[in-house]
T-cell receptor, first 118, second 113 residues
Framework: GAVVSQHPSRVICKSGTSVKIECRSL??????MFWYRQFPKQSLMLMAT?????????EQGVEKDKFLINHASLTLSTLTVTSAHPEDSSFYIC??????????????FGNGTRLTVT | AQSVTQLGSHVSVSEGALVLLRCNYS??????LFWYVQYPNQGLQLLLK??????LVKGINGFEAEFKKSETSFHLTKPSAHMSDAAEYFC???????????FGKGTRLSVIA
């Protein structure tokens, strides 16, 4: 089955530093990847849509200069949290879809990254 | 705009009992519906999906869900709960194509021995 790999699984960083999270589609190409954020005991909120070779599309309220997304290849998207603050501490999950031509492909999710900013 | 409502943030059942997790959706176009399961500190695993055709959908681990258009519902059931079913369950809807999923707030399932 389709596999999405996310790295790192956990990261602790100091306030003011930047953290990069990688999302890879291991056995398929993904022109689009989706980044979600999940607060403790809450649902997943879409942050942005990452498009290979073009700018990401951010959801309302998500700061594009703080959450930098780069989708440089068909198998890799990165999310960089810049100048991290404690309120950025959260669980970040990426996802991608195998495009089969049918409009019913589910999203495949990475295992998430637990970011803790101290 | 699409939305998903999951009734009950926490459901507790005894081992061997019926599991029923409720999901209602709102969509302006024919919906594609999904149920995902999440174990602590992990990503989401697809349980089942509804696209078109048969309204009763069978998934992994003995779960199934029925799409009822008249009730705008997609409830998840399992005849007999197992301890390993304890997890967070998310219902999601999409418009199809390469669009993101919109998730409900999730329901935490506890299974009591």
């Amino acid at each position: 089955g389709a596999v999405v790999s996310q790295h790192p699984s956990r990261v602790i960083c100091k306030s003011g530093t930047s953290v990069k999270i990688e999302c890879r589609s291991l056995d398929f190409q993904a022109t689009t990847m989706f980044w979600y954020r999940q607060f403790p005991k809450q649902s997943l909120m879409l942050m942005a849509t990452s498009n290979e070779g073009s700018k990401a599309t951010y959801e309302q309220g998500v700061e594009k200069d703080k959450f930098l997304i780069n989708h440089a290849s068909l198998t890799l998207s990165t999310l960089t949290v810049t100048s991290a603050h404690p309120e950025d501490s959260s669980f970040y999950i990426c996802s991608a879809r195998v495009l089969t031509g049918a409009e019913n492909s589910p999203l495949h999710f990475g295992n998430g990254t637990r970011l803790t900013v101290t | 705009a699409q939305s998903v409502t999951q009734l009950g943030s926490h459901v507790s059942v005894s081992e061997g009992a019926l599991v029923l997790l409720r999901c209602n959706y709102s969509s302006s176009v024919p919906p594609y519906l999904f149920w995902y399961v999440q174990y602590p500190n992990q990503g989401l695993q697809l349980l089942l999906k509804y696209t078109t055709g048969a309204t009763l959908v069978k998934g992994i681990n003995g779960f199934e869900a029925e799409f009822k258009k008249s009730e705008t519902s997609f409830h998840l059931t399992k005849p007999s709960a197992h301890m390993s079913d304890a997890a967070e369950y998310f219902c999601a809807v999409s418009e199809g194509g390469n669009t993101p999923l919109v998730f409900g707030k999730g329901t935490r399932l506890s299974v009591i021995a």
